[in-house]
């Protein structure tokens, strides 16, 4: 650690550094009249230019590498480039040919259609959970720990696990099914299965994480709240929709956007379920995502063009999304303060 | 952090003041009661699922390739630990994948702790301008997915001849936004400015005053943020897949070579390697679960 800051306190512009003296004497300090001024001008520049330095970091590295690569990434849309070779004009091309492409459409509609199985009941299911945990519990600790596991386990340790849970012949949700009178689904080969067990993946690697924020924001709501509430007759279930869900609505929001994002991106999940067609997203492409269609085209067929193309039609559904989400605050806002 | 939350707790769940008519009412106030048997059961077979496919995975490391293939699934760990480790060792270089992945996830934590919380700590208290234009880009730039820039880090780091190298997952990973914010949230409160004035006045800069002040309160928001970044890192998948090899992976990439190699997919083998990739941390957790509850709940709070 102490290292680690000398190694930034020398790389930080000079307003920054240490000071010689030990301990340099305050502006007005009395002291010689040139040491003085030297001084003050040093303290005010360290006031002005420190902070700067400070969030310099991390400015320099998302420049280098986020906001550089991402408009160069948009830059290689408008061209056909493969990996080591010059870049060429093609303008639109790119684009065109996405939208000409049924499996970029299919890779759209199965990122849209797995991103809502895999985040509304991982969130519908983190609110029950965080309303469960509220309550005054018998090994708290122990719960909290539990739920929050898989977020320990890493995306390619629970997708080659979850592979084995979901294996058709001798997968152990089949087994289990099986009790039930259900037979033989076939997680897999087909669309909506494989697309139920990635979600699933998904589901069981956040729901307890998630379930902790709410958590959170849920004890920071005040007692009296739920007092007044129950006053006034409310049942816990009308207590729930009435005063906990509108109080920890900006929480609520934020898991919304993250897990959007989240879900825009999904990438290991169904390349590990699928083992060796992993990036075709299955041999029918039943659950290729867009990320997986834009590493399909720029590693397996050297499109680096186009992959930059699909990388900015992601980006441009965020931006849709971000919009989407910022008007509905906007509205609850309103409504809110009206 | 996880202090004021147990301590906003402790002083909800407490005795209230009020008279025994109110307090009939009172009762019902969803926080202030006791868990009934539902929520138990509930909350038991949602600690079940969420452990069951861990405890599953050290069943399967512990049998074999057939014995997994073959339902009905056993579901008591077997013997066959020490010879899969044996295997999965030898299929990949899981040793240097677990060397390699402590060196990066350690490497990004710690620089992630140190400028996130220079830059938290100027976000939080230091005045200047643009800051909130600039504390809210730091926030916006959590919403811009990897995939935007593979490619042309891809492009670079094959320039630079970086390919297989752990640098090319490191330096793109040196200061997280997520960091940014999450130690700005925290000193916004924990720090007062009255501690900051008075060690100006007595004549300290600026990195005194973030050497004997800030660290010291901030200590225990940067071990979360550590921990938490460490897991993040750790786990990440999608980058190191790319810029790594098999020759140099990290745990979870040559997990991912386990997992579609070109060799015999054995599952205990497969299995094994998520076992690997999974304990380490889980150890963590298990040691420091409580702090890192605490973390993700006082963090999320203040958002």
Redesign the interface.
Known sequence: MATSVRASADGSPPPARPVPAPAPAPPGTPGTPAGHSWRSRLYRLDLKATPYAYIAPFFVCFAAFGLFPLIYTGWLSFHQVELGGTAQWRGFDNYTRLWDSEFFWNALRNTFSLGVISTVPQLLMALGLAHLLNYKLRARGFFRVAVLAPYATSIAAASLVFVQLFNPDYGMVNQLLGHFGVHHIQWEADKWPSQIAISTIVTWRWTGYNALIYLAAMQAVPGDLYEAAALDGASRWRQFLSVTIPSIRPTILFTIIVSTIGATQLFGEPMLFGGGLGVSGGSAHQYQTLSLYMYEKGWQNGALGQASAVAWVMLLILLLVGAVQLIITRVNRRKLGG | MAHA?AE??AH??GPTPAPPK?RR??A????????GPV??V??VV??L???F??Y??VV?ASSTDTQ??????ELLPGSHLIDNLKIAWDQVHMGQALINSTIVAGFVS??TV???T??G???AK???RG?NG?LTL?VA????????????????I?DLGWVGRLQSVI??S??A?FG?FFMRQFLAEALPIELIEAA????A????I??HVVFPIARPAMAVLGMLVF?QS??D??WP??ALNQQNPT??VA??G???GDHT?D?AV??T???I??VP??L???LL??H??GG???G??K?
């Open positions: 939350v906003r707790a909800r769940s109110r009412f009172s019902r106030a969803g926080r202030q009661d006791h868990a929520t138990y509930v909350l949602a600690a699922v969420s452990l496919p861990l599953w995975t399967a997994i293939v073959q339902p009905p699934t710690l620089s140190l400028f996130a220079l830059a700590f100027a976000f230091l005045r200047f800051r600039l730091v730039t959590m919403t811009i997915p990897p995939q935007l820039s593979v490619i042309p880090l891809y492009q670079i094959t330096l793109p040196l200061v936004a940014v100006r006045v007595d004549g800069h600026s990195l005194r973030v050497w897991v750790w786990n998948f999608f897949f790319i745990v979870q997990l991912a386990l997992g579609s997919i599952h497969v299995l390697g998520a076992l990739a999974t941390l889980l963590v957790f298990a679960g409580k890192i509850v993700i709940t006082a999320a709070v958002s």
